[in-house]
C-alpha cells in the first residue's frame, strides 16, 4: 500500500509539468499536438505500468493469504469456554467480531510495564528503543512503567530524565518474580496489563491488535502473546515459536523454532503477555511459584487455576511483530529457558507432578478422570482404568495423591508402562499432597483445580467412608457439572465389564436411575427376614439410595411387626406401612409403588422371594444400557426388567406348561442364552418403569370400575388363560395392557435358569399345598447367582444392542414386535371406539390409556345414570333399615 502511494504521487506531479508545458502559447500548434499526443502517450505507458504493478502487489498479497489458509491445516483447540476455537490467520483473527471501541477512550485502558532485568550498568540503548517502540504505537497505554532491580534505578531515571519521561513513567523496583508480580497485583489500575520483557521492541500496531483480538468472545479468556515455547512430548526438549522469520531465527537446523500462521496454544509464553487485571491474584495461588521461570509460572497458573489457555497470535508484518529486530530476543531467551529446564529441579518437579501441559490433552471426548489414593487403591482399580483407556474414545487421567500417601506419579506411569497393551494412554498427575498438612482441604483445592483443567465428564473414585480423602473429593465435586462413581474397593471387578460395555452416555447418567424397593407382606416373617437379608447382603456399587418400603396388610402379625420396627436398612430410606384394612394383593402390590418421577424404578417383591447378591448389578446394567444409552428411545415398549427366569409358561388356556427358552432360540438367529423379550409380567422379584406404571395405575382404575359398575367394556385377551380362569389378579390387567400395546419384559436366560431372585413358593394367597402335587418349590424354585458369572453366560459376555434380542409372546413363542403390535390393535379396535394413538414400531407412545378407555358417550352416561339410581335405591333402603334398628333401640332403652 507504501508503495502505491509513491507512484501516484509522482505521477501527478508529472502532470503537473506537461500542463504548464502544454499552456505555454509560443509552441506552435502542430508541434503542440505532436507533443501532446506523445505525452498522452508516454503517459498513459507510466499510468499503465503504475496500475499493473499495484495489481501485482495486491495479487501476491491475496495469494499469501489464500495459500495461508488452505495450505496451513487449521488447529483446533478449546478454550475455558469450551467451545471448540479454530486456528485463525493474522487476516482472520481481524475479521473477527471485537467489542473493542478506541473511540471510548483518550488513551486505552492498558498498562505496559518493561521489566527491566538488564545488568549491563551503561547499556540503555534498548530500552531507549523500546520506549519509542511503545510511543509510537496506534494505540496509546494509559500508563508506562519500568519494574528494575535496585542497582539499575539511577540508570533508569537518567535515561527517563534525558528523555523527559520523568513524569509520564513510573519505576519500581524489584527483586525477584514475586515482589515483580506484588507490584503488578497492588499497583496496576488498568484492565488490561502487557508486559515485555527487557529489549523487546514492538511493532506499532501490537497494542492494537492484543486490545481488538482480546475483545472477540473467541479470545476474550485467553492469555495473548505472540512469542511461545511448547514442552515436548517426552518432556525432555522445548519447541520455541518466534512470531516473524528472521535468518537468525532460523538457525537451528533440527526445526525447534517455528513461525506460526495461525493462532494456536502454546505451553507458554515469552517475551509478551497480554493479560487481564482480574487475573494477577490467579499468580499467587501456587505454593512453589517463586521458583519457577516467569514465563512457565504465568501459563501454568493461569491454566491450572482458571483453565485460560495461553495463545500466540500470528502476525503478518513488521507492523504486528513482537519484537522488531532483525536479531530477535526469542533465541536467546529460548536458550535461557533450554538450560534452565534441564537444571531448575522446582520446575522438574512441576512437570514431574504432571502439571497441565497442552501437549497432554489428547481429545475432547469421553474425559473420565480417576483419583487413587494410595498404591493400595491402585491395585483394586488397575483393571477398571486399563479397560477404559483402551474402549472407545475414552480419554483417561488419574490423579495421585503423591508420595507421602503412598503413590506418586511417576511411580504410577512405571506400573502403567508395565501393563504394556494392556493398558491404553493415561495421564498422571500428582496432587503431592502432605501428610502433615490439613489433608482434606489439600485434597478439596486440588481436586477441585483439577476438574477445573481437565473438565472430566466422569469422575470415579473409591468409596471410603470416614475418610479425609474421600470426603475431601467429594466437597470439592460440589458446583462442578460432573457425574461422579464412587465405587467400593471390594466391588470394582463385578462392575469393570458393565463400565466398560456401557455407552459413554450411558455411563453418565450413572447416578439417575433411582430404586424403590416394595416388599408386600402379612405374616410370614420368617420368609419377609430371608428376603430383607438377601438384600441387605447384595452388592449396590456405592449406590446409597436404594429405598425400602414393606407394605404389611391388615393381617400382619405381631412378629412381622416387631422385626419391621427393629431391622437396619443402611443402603438408603426405610419406610414400614401398615394397612388398617384388608387389601389383599392387589391394591397391595399397586399401591405400593408409585414413580416420584421418570427415573423412579419400582422393584415389586413379594416375601417368599430371595435375590441374588447381583440382582442390583443386573438392574444397574440393563436399565442405563436400554433406557439411558443413545438409542433409548427403541426401548420405549420395555416395562420392565425381571430378576427371575421363566421356567412355567401359565398363560396356555389349558394350563402351566414347563418352559425353556434355550429350546425356544436353539437353532434361530438368536444365541440360545440370549437375555430376552417377554410380554408375561414377572411378580417375582422384577423391576417395573414409571412410564407404563404409571399408565398401568389409570388404566387399572376406569378398568375396575367399568368391570364392577359399568360393565362398557369387555376385554378378552385371545387365547390367554388369563382371561378366563383368573380373578382380582393384578396381573391379569396388566397383561391386558400390555398386550393392546405390545408392551415386553426382559428376562435373563442363564444355565439351569440360575436367576437374580426365586420363590420359595410357601403357601399364601395364591400357591396352596395340595395332596399327591408336586411340592410347588421344584416347578418354581430356580437357582440364584451366588457365584459372579454374569459377563461370562452372557453370549459375547455383555448385553446385546435392544433390537437384537429375542421377543416371545404370552405363551413364549418366538415373535417381532410388529406382530405384537398388529395384534394389540386388533384387540383394541375391538374394544375401543377410539383409534390407538399410535400406529407402527416407531410411533412415539405417550402413556396415556384415553384412547383404550373410550365408550360411547351415550352409553356411558346412560350406564352410569343407572348405576348411581341403582346405588341410590341400595343405599336409601339400608338408611331406611337402620333408621328403622336405631328407633327400635331407642324403643328398647326407653322401655328399660
Ligand atoms: C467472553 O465473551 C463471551 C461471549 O460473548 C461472554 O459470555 C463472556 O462473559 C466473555 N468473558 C469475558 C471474560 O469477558
Ligand atoms: C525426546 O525428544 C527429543 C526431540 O524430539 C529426542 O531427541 C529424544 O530422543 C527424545 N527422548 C526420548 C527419551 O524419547
Ligand atoms: C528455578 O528457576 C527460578 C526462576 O528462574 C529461580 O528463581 C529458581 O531459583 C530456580 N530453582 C532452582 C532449584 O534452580
Ligand atoms: C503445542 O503442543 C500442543 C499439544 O501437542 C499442540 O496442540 C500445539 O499445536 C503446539 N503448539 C504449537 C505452536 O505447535
Ligand atoms: C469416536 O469418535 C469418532 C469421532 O467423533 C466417532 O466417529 C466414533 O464413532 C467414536 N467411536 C466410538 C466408539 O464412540
Ligand atoms: C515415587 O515413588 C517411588 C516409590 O515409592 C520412589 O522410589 C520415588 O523416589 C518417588 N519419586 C518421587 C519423584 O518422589
Ligand atoms: C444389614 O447389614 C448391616 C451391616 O452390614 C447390619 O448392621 C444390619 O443389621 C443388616 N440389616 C439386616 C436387616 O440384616
Ligand atoms: C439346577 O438347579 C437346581 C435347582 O433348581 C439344582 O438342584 C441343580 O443342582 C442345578 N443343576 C446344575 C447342573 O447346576
Ligand atoms: C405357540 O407355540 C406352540 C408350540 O410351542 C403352539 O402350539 C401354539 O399354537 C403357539 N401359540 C401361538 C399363539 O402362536
Redesign the pocket.
Known sequence: MYHKGNLHFSYHKRARITCSLLSSSSFPRIFRYIILISLSLFLFTIFYLNFKANQQILSEQHNYINSESENTPHTHFETS?TNALEGHTYVELLQLESTWNPTLYKNAPVTIIINNDNNDQKNNRNIDKQLDAIFSQTVKPESIWITTSAEQEENVNKLLKEKRLTDIIQVYIRDDNSAYLQIVQQKVQTKYILLLNYGVILGNQYLQNMLYVSNT?EY??TLLGTMGVNLSNNETSLTCYEDHITSHSTYSSDGMIKYSRTSIRVDMLTNIWFLQKQWIPILFKERDAIDLPLEFLISITLQYHSNIPSIILPTLNQESWGDVRSTSIQPVICNNLRRKFSSNTTWKHYIERGYPLIIKETSNQNKIMIILDGIYQEKYFRTLYCKLSLTRNNSISIITTGNDRGLNASELRKIIKNEKSLCGHIDVYDLDINNNNNIRSQIYKGVGHMIEYLRPEILIYAKVTKNSIFQGISSSIEGFIVTTIKLPLEEIEFITELMIDLPFSALKKWNEPKIQLQIITQNRPDSLSRLINSLNTSYYFGDDNISLTVNMDRGADPVTMEFCLKFLWNHGSKNVRHRVVQGGLLPAVMESYYPNDYNDYGILLEDDVEVSPFYYLWIKYTILKYRYGPDKHLSQRLFGISLYGQRQMELHIIGRRPYDPESIFHGTKFPDRSPYLSQVPCSWGAVYFPEIWREFHDFLVERLDDETKYHLQDIIIPNSRSSFKWKKSWKKYLIELIYLRGYVMLYPNFKNFTSFSTNHAEIGIHIHRKKDKPDPVTIFGVPLMKEFTLYDELPNNHLTDFTDLPVTDLWGNLTTFNDLINRGINLHNQISQCPPHFKKDDDLLNFSTKDILCVDEEKKRIAIQNYEKKHRAISSVSKILSDVQINLLELLINVN
Do not use: A, G, P, V
Open positions: 469456554s468472545k476474550n479468556n
